[in-house]
């Protein structure tokens, strides 16, 4: 189980301490580019966040497996960034051992008006054969697993995606990339958690064997620039990105 810092402070005789600021309330450069190569950050600048977010777009749409199925787990209440990571822990240690594949993003909750709170939910792209009902009953126990009480601390929503146009339209938005980067909240640099993730190996080739992600992003570059060497792909590529987060 993990930590309850809150009975932790309460039985120790401290003073009560809020939960650390989640994401960036200062206002990021847009365009502000870092020629960084061979890394992707989520946290720099919101060019870097969809120069990121471009990335695993397309990774998620080269991939031969698609998702069926949607999770959204929502958290009701602030939690310490520590606290948060042990019980991502757990969720994710549960639905390894309950056979689920999935693709994971983390987000900051808004208001409905865009305005951030201080809380965090994470979206899952399942592929998974059986009936939602047991999907659900599965990311239930995974949270009860992890010391969540549902309803009070965080809240389940499923949705179904029907074919590949919804699926590409649920990649765009949960990574906010580019129609929905106006959405994107940056997170805390140094946080430790994970923006994407995955349960089980959710990226696999055309043959049904484990795919790698770095041989993937190479593929789908090479595909785009065919007539140029590696280092003009690499230097077309962040020219591409740096260009379009100008423009807008």
């Known amino acids: 189980m993990p930590i309850d810092y ?70 009701q209440r602030e939690y310490f960034i520590q606290e948060l990571i042990d019980q991502f ?26 305005n951030p709170v201080n809380r965090i939910h994470y979206h899952f792209l399942i592929d998974y054969p059986g009936f939602k009902h047991r999907l659900k009953r599965i990311f239930k126990n995974a949270c009860r697993y992890a010391g969540l009480q549902l309803g009070s601390d965080c809240k389940i929503k499923h949705y179904s995606i029907p074919d590949s146009e919804v699926y590409e339209r649920k990649c765009r938005y949960i990574l906010k990339y580019k129609t929905f980067k106006k959405w994107a909240i940056l997170f ?34 090479a595909g785009w620039y065919p007539d140029k060497s590696v280092a003009e792909q690499r230097q077309s590529i962040r020219v591409t990105i740096r260009l379009s987060v100008v423009v807008s």
């Open 6 to 75: 809150h009975t932790l402070e309460i039985l120790q005789g401290t003073e009560y301490l809020t939960p650390e600021l989640l994401y960036q309330s200062h206002s990021y450069p847009e365009n502000t580019f870092y020629l960084v190569p061979h890394r992707q950050s989520w946290t720099s600048s919101m060019a870097t966040y969809q120069n990121a977010a471009r990335r695993e777009y397309h990774l998620l749409l080269s991939n031969c497996r698609e998702a069926n199925h949607e999770i959204v787990i929502g958290y």
């Open 89 to 114: 822990v757990l969720i994710k240690e549960h639905l390894t051992n309950e056979g689920i594949i999935a693709y994971c993003v983390a987000e900051i909750t808004t208001d409905g008006f865009n």
């Open 188 to 221: 805390q640099p140094g946080t430790g958690i994970n923006k994407v993730g995955m349960v089980n190996h959710f990226f696999i080739n055309a043959d049904g064997s484990k795919a790698n992600k770095k041989k993937m992003w190479k593929s789908i570059v």
